[in-house]
């Protein structure tokens, strides 16, 4: 009998206990866990991340091709264009482009046809970014071999464009380049610094004269069509549209007759010519050579060539009607003034003249070397004696005569628009002296001041306000070129008590009319009998003005600057012009005053046609 039987093999019994309970609660916060960081996840890409990720697929799906703006256009104060728009063809890229597989075939094609490196082009893309929504010039002024070469490939060239495009032009070239500046595609740097402006790349901007000073009124808006696309990049349907806003027309003080007779009158000579209104200030011509040609930087790449002809040594962008020079005996006019307001002279001196004056133990002398006898003031300016002002500059001082000088608009920028092109010149005073030479003041630089040498130094467009002041009757002139905010201020000074020109145009010296009456009839005599007779001619009215003559030096060989600054009719000025030769060798009367004689004989011949004599043509 058996009392113990063994289980069935096919029956097993689970012992296990340990950790049974707690699977089910791992699985479930397990679970809870992987669906709240998901839902998390969901959230940030929704939420957080929606806006950025919707405007990524938009880049794919919606492109934005932009308009260009037309710059405005510049005209004289008669209506005449200046500075207009041509059209030309230009190549435009997506961005992504150079990421696609046939790219390199593209872009090889590209490098042959517009002769720009495939690198070059690679590059502006690059700038741009891939996810960049906007068309990226790569190309401009495409010529016919060009456009004929892209069409024909246009198979080949998947999501190369053609457009037109806008191209500032400059039909007078030359004669204005100093004026009216350039425009040019923005650099990388300026582009980092205008981005916020809305400047964006391949985008041109003002980089000189006018087109730099007003280029937020030049400029425009850009405007341009947001299309949807499909995946090759083919349009579909135009979402939305902006118009292109036109930039703003200027309507400027400058003559365009004058400006073309003051460029043919300088010639190929360095120097600079300046016409003004002497009674506002509106500048008439601004002429400066060497000059340069603004169309150049239209193209989308200079030349060699091109590089040389604003690149010289002679400097050609630089505008020689700001820059500094010192003003020689033209200066005797606030000279004169000084010594007259000074009350140390009344308007009946007579001084001795002489060959030279020993002053501080140096020897000052006559350009004449014999000197001219006793002279008055009109007789001095008349002659431009250096003896008799030496006098009156030692005797008023250097802190009198510093004073007249600043208050003639010396040694500071004039308020002109050219801001950043204007030199402020230099009007030496005893801390300068002893911050750049270590010395006092001196009689001795009193007495050079005196005549306009020295370390003094003045702009042609400062001259020519000092010329205004006796011309216009006593006032300081301020200079502009925008005719359109001469109307805005001329129209109220018409509601004003003094009926003529607001405060802002015109600054008056508080000089003594005896002052001014000495002043004007010296500068009178100077052209009728003295320095100044080429410019007393039949074949125009009568004129007064005053010549200069400062001594300078090339490398190591004396070439002096030739000044002439005069204004017509001298009763009655309406023309004021300064001629400036750099280097000329030859003196005021006999270099610069022809200049103006030819800009005057075809400023008055057209106004008053058969009143003058006419020109005998050479």
Known sequence: MTLLQPPPLSVKKNTRTVGKSSQSVFFIVFTLLMTTGISVRLVYLQIVEGPKLRLRAEANRIRMIAKQPERGNIFDRNGKVLASTRYSRSVYLWPMAHEKVSWSFIGQRLEKILEIPQQEIEKQLQEAGANSSSLIRIARNLNEAQITALKEYENELPGVEIHTDAVRYYPHGKELAHVLGYTRELTPEQLKQKQQEGYQLGDVIGQMGVEKAYERMLRGEWGGQRVEVDGAGRPLRVLGEKQAKSGKDLHLTIDLSIQQAAAKALGDRDGAIVALDPNNG???????????????????????????????????????????????????????????????????????????????????????????GPLGFVGALQWSSDTFFYQVGRKVGGPTLIEWTRKYGFGKKTGFEFASEEAKGLVPDETW???????????????????????????????????AVPANGGYRVQPHLLKDKEQVRNEKSRHSQQQTFSASWRESLNMKPTTVKILREGLRKVVAEGTGKALNQPTIPPVAGKSGTAEAWKGRVKQNHAWFGAYAPADKPELLVVAFAEHSGGGGGSIAAPMILKIMEDYFQRKSPGKYQKPVSN
């Open 282 to 372: 509106a500048v008439l011509a601004m002429v400066s050579h060497p000059t340069f040609n603004p169309n150049i930087f239209s193209k989308q790449k200079l030349s060699q060539k091109d590089w040389q002809t604003v690149q010289g040594q002679d400097h050609p962008l630089v505008n020689r009607a700001l820059s500094a020079f010192p003003p020689a005996s033209t200066f005797k006019i606030v000279t004169a003034t000084a010594g007259l307001e000074s009350g140390k002279f009344s308007p009946s001196t007579v001084l001795q003249t002489y060959g030279s004056l020993n002053i501080g133990g140096t020897q000052f002398g006559e350009w004449n070397h014999a000197g001219f």
């Open 433 to 467: 002296k002893q911050k750049v030479w270590k010395m006092p003041w001196t009689v001795g630089d009193s007495v050079n001041m005196s005549i306009g040498q020295g370390a003094l130094q003045t702009t042609p467009l400062q001259v020519a306000m000092m010329f």
